[in-house]
């Protein structure tokens, strides 16, 4: 039974995978009784990557060079072949003729399939056709692909399976390991940053007694140990705020939460958030440091400050726009709710717009419906959207000349938000009546509200200083500046569906 050559060959149906696993492993068995069992070596002379050799090829050519890297195709001409092997950094073409190699060694080369990992030791050339190309000394199998890779010409198309074998997808798709290596550039470029302004790099708890910090329903375990139930955190937020009362005034975490949440494009249950918080400074101070936190993230990684995302331009070069939430309301949706002074306006009002809420929701609540209705999807550009109404900040400062409000800003662009910040809440005696109307919340059946959270009260009354506290969706981040279509597309590997041989 032939092997499958260069994929599939003229796009021609393949033999069921099963069959070929079955051939792939006589070969193997082959090679240990030759003595040339793949899986006994344990290192190799990766001296290059492909990269290297073709923006080096001018000192390169005519001398040797070693490279490791996957078989992706492969064309046999008698005495002679051509393959191509893809490492880390792209692809490179490999020319075997078998008075180079030895006629051993040529039998054993031809007998090596799609997806086997080569070393390949050579000197570098340019073939008639322009192509740099190495011309092989010799090629010694480092690994045995016993499964076949998805035919060439149409690819790993399938989105479940994509996301399920993700290592298929990056062997198959160099556009998907281009996308995962500026991610881990932008994360890189974000720590750059902080660290020049001198904020300092902490670890929190992922599992907590109390997961609070935010709106969303925690997911919950329990430890034997102490007999005690636990949950996955849902922000970084108040431990970090801790270390803010122990002094340590700049500080920030990368890492994951974890909501019990749905799955949307741009919603998974565990996700990349960056939080910090700065003392001496508030939402403002937030502001300007998201403003060039942005700026310089673009311009590291992609070289410039303007950005396309889905064919849309945005440009991180120019002042971010800064609208209130009642004036973004008033512009869009024509009501200006400074003009309503009660709940049972607000309600009324939403009756009349068709703007479904909750008995529980107050004119805060219902004014933020009307953003999201209303105003969410206009918010392109880079834009600030300020001071929200308390009902729905617990965590955050009111405004002095207008307490209903509070000095919080959400990051817009793309009409996703971003970004969420505030002038951190430091008087505990008003954040303990805060935890009071979260508590009233979720005796209303309102499974997202938080917790009262004694240690953190106890640690606000030891003093905060004055603080500004912010939270970045990474994974948001990463689909603009990739222009990714989903959250998964950014997510190496984002939560499925079991499948029954999976549990």
Same mark, same amino acid.
């Given at each position: 039974?032939?092997?499958?050559?260069?994929?599939?060959?003229?796009?021609?149906?393949?033999?069921?995978?099963?069959?070929?696993?079955?051939?792939?492993?006589?070969?193997?068995?082959?090679?240990?009784?030759?003595?040339?069992?793949?899986?006994?070596?344990?290192?190799?002379?990766?001296?290059?990557?492909?990269?290297?050799?073709?923006?080096?090829?001018?000192?390169?050519?005519?001398?040797?060079?070693?490279?490791?890297?996957?078989?992706?195709?492969?064309?046999?001409?008698?005495?002679?072949?051509?393959?191509?092997?893809?490492?880390?950094?792209?692809?490179? $073409?490999? /020319? +075997?003729?078998?008075?180079?190699?030895? *006629?051993?060694?040529?039998? &054993?080369? =031809?007998?090596?399939? #799609?997806?086997?990992?080569?070393?390949?030791?050579?000197?570098?050339?340019?073939?008639?056709?322009?192509?740099?190309?190495?011309?092989?000394?010799?090629?010694?199998?480092?690994?045995?692909?016993?499964?076949?890779?998805?035919?060439?010409?149409?690819?790993?198309?399938?989105?479940?399976?994509?996301?399920? $074998?993700? /290592? +298929?997808?990056?062997?198959?798709?160099? *556009?998907?390991?281009?996308? &995962?290596? =500026?991610?881990?550039? #932008?994360?890189?470029?974000?720590?750059?940053?902080?660290?020049?302004?001198?904020?300092?790099?902490?670890?929190?708890?992922?599992?907590?007694?109390?997961?609070?910090?935010?709106?969303?329903?925690?997911?919950?375990?329990?430890?034997?140990?102490?007999?005690?139930?636990?949950?996955?955190?849902?922000?970084?937020?108040? /431990?970090?705020?801790?270390?803010?009362?122990?002094?340590?005034?700049?500080?920030?975490?990368?890492?994951?939460?974890?909501?019990?949440?749905?799955?949307?494009?741009?919603?998974?249950?565990?996700?990349?958030?960056?939080?910090?918080?700065?003392?001496?400074?508030?939402?403002?101070?937030?502001?300007?440091?998201?403003?060039?936190?942005?700026?310089?993230?673009?311009?590291?990684?992609?070289?410039?400050?303007?950005?396309?995302?889905?064919?849309?331009?945005?440009?991180?070069?120019?002042?971010?726009?800064?609208?209130?939430?009642?004036?973004?309301?008033?512009?869009?949706?024509?009501?200006?709710?400074?003009?309503?002074?009660?709940?049972?306006?607000?309600?009324?009002?939403?009756?009349?717009?068709?703007?479904?809420?909750?008995?529980?929701?107050?004119?805060?609540?219902?004014?933020?419906?009307?953003?999201?209705?209303?105003?969410?999807?206009?918010?392109?550009?880079?834009?600030?959207?300020?001071?929200?109404?308390?009902?729905?900040?617990?965590?955050?400062?009111?405004?002095?000349?207008?307490?209903?409000?509070?000095?919080?800003?959400?990051?817009?662009?793309?009409?996703?938000?971003?970004?969420?910040?505030?002038?951190?809440?430091?008087?505990?005696?008003?954040?303990?009546?805060?935890?009071?109307?979260?508590?009233?919340?979720?005796?209303?059946?309102?499974?997202?509200?938080?917790?009262?959270?004694?240690?953190?009260?106890?640690?606000?009354?030891?003093?905060?200083?004055?603080?500004?506290?912010?939270?970045?969706?990474?994974?948001?981040?990463?689909?603009?500046?990739?222009?990714?279509?989903?959250?998964?597309?950014?997510?190496?590997?984002?939560?499925?569906?079991?499948?029954?041989?999976?549990?």
């Amino acid at each position: 039974m032939a092997e499958e050559k260069n994929g599939a060959q003229n796009n021609a149906p393949r033999q069921n995978d099963n069959e070929l696993r079955k051939v792939r492993l006589d070969k193997l068995q082959a090679f240990r009784e030759a003595g040339r069992d793949p899986f006994v070596v344990t290192t190799a002379d990766q001296e290059l990557h492909t990269a290297d050799v073709v923006s080096r090829f001018e000192e390169l050519e005519g001398k040797d060079v070693s490279l490791c890297g996957r078989i992706m195709s492969k064309r046999p001409m008698g005495k002679a072949a051509f393959m191509n092997i893809a490492d880390r950094d792209g692809r490179m $073409q490999v /020319y +075997v003729r078998r008075d180079d190699v030895g *006629e051993e060694e040529y039998a &054993f080369f =031809k007998k090596y399939d #799609i997806g086997d990992i080569v070393e390949v030791k050579g000197f570098v050339f340019k073939t008639q056709t322009g192509e740099i190309s190495v011309h092989a000394k010799s090629v010694k199998l480092l690994s045995k692909s016993l499964l076949p890779l998805p035919e060439k010409y149409h690819g790993l198309t399938n989105v479940d399976t994509r996301y399920r $074998q993700r /290592y +298929v997808d990056l062997i198959m798709n160099p *556009e998907v390991k281009d996308t &995962f290596i =500026k991610r881990s550039k #932008i994360i890189r470029a974000i720590r750059k940053y902080l660290d020049s302004q001198d904020f300092i790099e902490v670890e929190t708890p992922m599992l907590v007694a109390n997961a609070g910090g935010a709106s969303a329903r925690p997911f919950e375990t329990h430890f034997n140990a102490l007999d005690e139930d636990l949950r996955l955190r849902i922000s970084l937020e108040l /431990y970090l705020k801790r270390l803010i009362v122990g002094g340590m005034e700049r500080v920030y975490e990368i890492g994951r939460v974890f909501r019990n949440e749905g799955l949307d494009t741009r919603h998974n249950p565990e996700f990349t958030l960056m939080e910090l918080y700065q003392a001496y400074t508030d939402y403002h101070g937030m502001m300007d440091l998201t403003e060039n936190l942005y700026r310089f993230v673009a311009q590291e990684v992609l070289g410039t400050t303007k950005i396309v995302y889905n064919g849309v331009e945005m440009d991180l070069g120019k002042p971010f726009e800064r609208v209130t939430m009642l004036d973004a309301v008033k512009k869009y949706a024509g009501v200006d709710f400074s003009e309503i002074k009660t709940d049972e306006e607000a309600k009324a009002l939403a009756k009349e717009k068709g703007i479904e809420f909750e008995a529980r929701h107050k004119k805060g609540d219902i004014l933020n419906l009307f953003f999201e209705e209303y105003v969410e999807e206009h918010l392109i550009q880079p834009t600030f959207l300020m001071d929200h109404p308390v009902e729905i900040s617990p965590l955050t400062k009111r405004k002095p000349e207008n307490p209903d409000y509070v000095e919080r800003f959400e990051f817009f662009m793309n009409g996703w938000e971003m970004a969420n910040a505030y002038s951190e809440l430091n008087d505990p005696l008003d954040q303990r009546e805060r935890f009071k109307a979260q508590e009233e919340l979720l005796k209303q059946g309102d499974e997202e509200a938080n917790h009262t959270d004694e240690d953190f009260l106890t640690a606000l009354e030891y003093g905060m200083a004055p603080t500004g506290g912010i939270g970045f969706g990474i994974d948001r981040m990463v689909m603009l500046l990739t222009d990714s279509a989903a959250i998964r597309d950014v997510l190496l590997f984002p939560t499925m569906k079991s499948l029954p041989n999976d549990k």
